[in-house]
């Protein structure tokens, strides 16, 4: 695990009016890591996994991609170097087919594609994550899961360097989780980079190869999953001060 | 000087439109396009009160604005509460209500020039001069200033020193929230829609005593309201005043200086700069 | 999927057949006709292009652009200026590139904020540009008026604006199969993800309304001749935003070809009121307003769906009943 941090994160800040929703996090991913970004409900992550998206512009410190600064630079173009992402409420074009809704990543992102190239790309993910056949399918009446599986296509679909899931596997039932525990796990086997936020511990313990923790807009640890999650400090950020 | 005072009276009386639509907009959440008419149909209601009972404009007010108050509550409840109700986002409701104001502008213009024409109405109601630091000004617009400074000192006191005031205050925060603490946010998004057509009619009626006015020219009011309103923050009643008197007194410079046809222009150049330097509105902070 | 195809299906090439011949159709007009009819189908050539290219911008974005009268009378204008000394097909394109450039600008200023700033900056565009122009003409100029004496008449003009009107329906047809049509409807339905999937969106939506904006500029240098005699007010008349957007809106914008439906009714409705009605007019145009937000929501065009949608189900209901039988619409 020598290889050089396709994301590096220096001191990253976020300010909202007198809130600060992050505090100087700094942490690298290796390329092929699985890194678990966890911590208690209003820690920060999502905010974190915005910055890096671009979804919100850092108030101070840099985010870089494979050595490129990405911080700062607005959405559709951070999309362009090579990040994709899943949104923690799932988001779907709902007046477009399931087909379309894949290629709308295999066209305008890090990879980019056009016409039939485009359809066999989607066609291939669609398939990938479960969802063969059902590329005619108007998405807004899709089961809650296959929205799900479709947002993730449509991340993989601009062969991203970097892919963000944001609570991807929250408000699966426990045969869905499964399915979806599989999923993640063979895109890692595929070599691909990922940071995923996620509340499902047992994801955490079965997925990452090293997870991220922070609390109040902290790092608080970072390191060997089952290490981490054993910190005396990350267990009373997630079960609250004993010792008051 | 003269620039300055000429200014700020013209700005005072944008100041209640603008107030006025800001609370229609940022509370009720309705962009209401068809205020200008109100101010319009105000002029006219003093106009008629003046002509026919000789009833003094600014006493006339306590006419005009409950009258005006009833009719934006009966709009809100019957054509706008639907459009409510039915969008499914708050794009959807932006263009519904865009839409469907469009239409009682039109509507209402159609009846104005149907009962008075397109002709220009004024009327003399104190148009005697009065000498302020060495200039004359109508002492009309004097009063139509002083009475505006006395109607927004009286909403800003009820805004934020009675119960029902912050109520509505929490309502244009957070409609979702004003809900669970036991708000009702239904009434209050009707009365604020009525309480802002109430204002904009009271400074309709003081309009009328200095300002020449027709049918037709409510839609020129509410596009600078709109900006306004957009310059001061959306829902920012403090904000809405102090854009108000800005741009008074930059159509006044631009009048008095450069030329009286590029008034507009001197308007869009303020809306410009803050659509791209400050599109929250000059006290507006940062949304996420 | 028709969109996204590199070739033309069968469907296309038979609507594109069916448009040709009613085009060649509506082009004969002038030879039965050169009054009363004329001049109606004028109008509503004039409509049909301007609703068509607004729908090109408003329909996939859902922004409501008031700006069609200042892109108008910026056309007007470009050929009113020089018809002394250049060519009327060159003043056209720079009224086109003017229109253009106009809607670059604004969009830069407003299409990356929320669709209400973007009503509210429109609203007074046509006011502002027509204040500017005044003020130009009689600061540096001789008069306001200016005269345009062409050899056009109007069955001229009629054809101008037939030829434009297939220029724009293909132009929407291809816009729709391009990357930027795509990206269009991805941001019309959900603007986050368009950024997060690469879609430079404030680059997408100026472009189109560039597009849109430079069209409705060339249909206002094709009518310059008509008016002869132009003056700021005729030019910049408000009344030309506000129409079209009715007129699209009753006809539907989510079909290219939907605001005919609009178009064609409205404008001989409104022919007739301001023939005999003048004083009405605005009412008809508040209760136009009025039917669209709380009757006709999706246009006309909606309302042929939905009514297709509803007798479809009933046929399903009854051949299920009658043997269980497969969707017939299949």
New interface residues.
Partial sequence: MNAAPILRIEGARKV??GLVAVNDVSFDVREGELVGLIGPNGSGKTTMLNLV????KPTAGTIGLAGARISGR????I??QGV??T?QLV???????A??NV???A????M?T???D??HVAAALLERVGLAGRG?AMTGSMTYIDQKRLELA?ALA?NPRLLLLDEWLAGLNPSELKLGIDLINEMRNDGRTIIMVEHVMDAIRSLCDRCVVMSSGVKIAEGDVADVLARPEVVSAYLGDDDA | MEILITGIVLGGTYALIAVGLTLQYGVARIMNLANGENLVFACFGAFWLWSTFTINPVLGIAIVAPAAFALNWAIYVVMLRPLVNRAKNRGQLEVDSILATFGLMFIAQGIMLLGFGGGYYNYNFLSQPIAILGANYGLNRIVALCAAVVIAGALYVFLTHTRYGTAIRAVAVDPTAAGLVAIDVPRASAFAFALGGALTAASGALLSTFYTFNASMGTLFTMKALIIVIMGGVGDVRGAVIAALLLGITETAVASLIDPGLTLAATYTLFILVLLFRPQGIFG?HM? | ?TP?L?TITRREAGIAVIGAVMLAAAATLPLFDTGFYLSLALNIAMYVVLCTAWTLFSGPTHYISLASAAFFGIGTYSVALGIETLPFPLLVTIGFVASAVLAGLVGIATLRLSGVYFVIFTLGLAELVRQVVTWAQTNFTRGVGLYVFTDFTEAHIYWMLLGLAAVVYVTGWLVNRS?LG??L??I???E??????????AMAKVALFMISGGFIGIVGAFLAPRFAYVEPPSAFNPMISFQVVIMALLGGTGRLWAPLLGVIPFTILFDQISANFPNHTSLVIGIAFMSVVYLLPRGVVGLIEDMRRMKRKFRIVWTDDAALGKDPAE
């Fill in positions: 909202f009016g998206s671009g979804a919100l607005p959405a559709h173009e999309a362009r994709a992402r949104f988001r779907i074009l709902p007046s477009m087919t087909l379309e290629m709308a990543g066209v305008f992102g890090h980019r056009w016409g039939d485009a359809r005619d449509r601009s | 902070r996420a | 999927m996204l590199a990357r795509f990206a409807r991805i019309g339905n959900d986050t993800v368009a950024r997060h999937v690469g879609i430079n969106t």
